[in-house]
Antibody, heavy 114, light 107 residues
Framework: EVQLVETGGGLVQPGKSLKLTCATS????????MHWVRQSPEKQLEWVAQ??????????YYAESVKGRFTISRDDSKSSVYLQMNSLKEEDTAIYYC?????WGQGVMVTVSS | DIQMTQSPPSLSASLGETVSIECRAS??????LAWYQQKSGKSPQLLIY???SLQDGVPSRFSGSGSGTQYSLKISGMQPEDEGVYYC?????????FGSGTKLEIK
C-alpha cells in the first residue's frame, strides 16, 4: 500500500523557519518525482516545488512565490522528501501536501502568524 | 506562467445527470493535464491524467477529453459520492498551475 505521511507543521511567527518531512512507503521512492502542493484557507491549490530523481540529477523547480525561501530535498535511503521553509510570511499559511501526483499525503497545516 | 481558467465555479446536478467541467489554458499544454476530485477534509484524488487516461480504480463514468488549450471532464451519470470540488492541473511547463476549482453538488 502506498503511503505518504507529512509531519513538521505548526504555528510559526513571520520571518521564522519550518521544515516539513514526507515519509513514504509502498513504492520505489528513488525513481519517483516528488512535489509539494499547498492549499490556502480559501481552498485554492498551489503547486510549490518538485524534485526529480537521481537519474535526473535531483533537479528542482519552484513556484515564484517561494523561490529563494523554500528548498525541496530528498533522502532516498529514507524514502523521504523535505521542504525547508525560511523567511515565512503570513501568506504561506496553508495545508501542505506531499504528492507523487497520483498519490497524496493527508497534508500538514502550517500557520504563519504573530 | 500558464493560466488555467476553470468553469463553471459551481454546479448543481441531479442524480444520473451528465455534467461537464472545462479548463482552458493560456497556451498549448500538449495534453499535460490532470483532473482531481477533492472531498471535504480530504486530499485531492487523481481521476484523469494526460487529459484522457483514467486513473486505476476510478469509475468509468469519469472521462476526460481535449487538446491544445481546451480540456473537459465529463461525469456520465452523477452519483451522490461525486459531490466535491474538482480541479485541473497543467504539468506542461513550470510552474505547474491549478484551475480555481469547480464545486459540484447534488441537486
Amino acid at each position: 500500500e502506498v503511503q505518504l505521511v507529512e509531519t513538521g507543521g505548526g504555528l510559526v511567527q513571520p520571518g521564522k523557519s519550518l521544515k516539513l518531512t514526507c515519509a513514504t512507503s509502498g513504492f520505489t521512492f528513488s525513481n519517483a518525482w516528488m512535489h509539494w502542493v499547498r492549499q490556502s484557507p480559501e481552498k485554492q491549490l498551489e503547486w510549490v516545488a518538485q524534485i526529480k530523481a537521481k537519474s535526473n540529477n535531483y533537479a528542482t523547480y519552484y513556484a515564484e512565490s517561494v523561490k529563494g525561501r523554500f528548498t525541496i530535498s530528498r533522502d532516498d535511503s529514507k524514502s523521504s522528501v523535505y521542504l525547508q521553509m525560511n523567511s515565512l510570511k503570513e501568506e504561506d499559511t496553508a495545508i501542505y501536501y506531499c504528492t507523487r501526483t497520483d498519490y497524496w499525503g493527508q497534508g500538514v497545516m502550517v500557520t504563519v502568524s504573530s | 506562467d500558464i493560466q488555467m481558467t476553470q468553469s463553471p465555479p459551481s454546479l448543481s446536478a441531479s442524480l444520473g445527470e451528465t455534467v461537464s467541467i472545462e479548463c482552458r489554458a493560456s497556451e498549448d499544454i500538449y495534453s499535460n493535464l490532470a483532473w482531481y476530485q477533492q472531498k471535504s477534509g480530504k486530499s485531492p484524488q487523481l481521476l484523469i491524467y494526460y487529459a484522457s487516461s483514467l486513473q486505476d480504480g476510478v469509475p468509468s463514468r469519469f472521462s476526460g477529453s481535449g487538446s491544445g488549450t481546451q480540456y473537459s471532464l465529463k461525469i456520465s451519470g452523477m452519483q451522490p459520492e461525486d459531490e466535491g470540488v474538482y480541479y485541473c492541473l497543467q504539468g506542461s511547463k513550470y510552474p505547474f498551475t491549478f484551475g480555481s476549482g469547480t464545486k459540484l453538488e447534488i441537486k
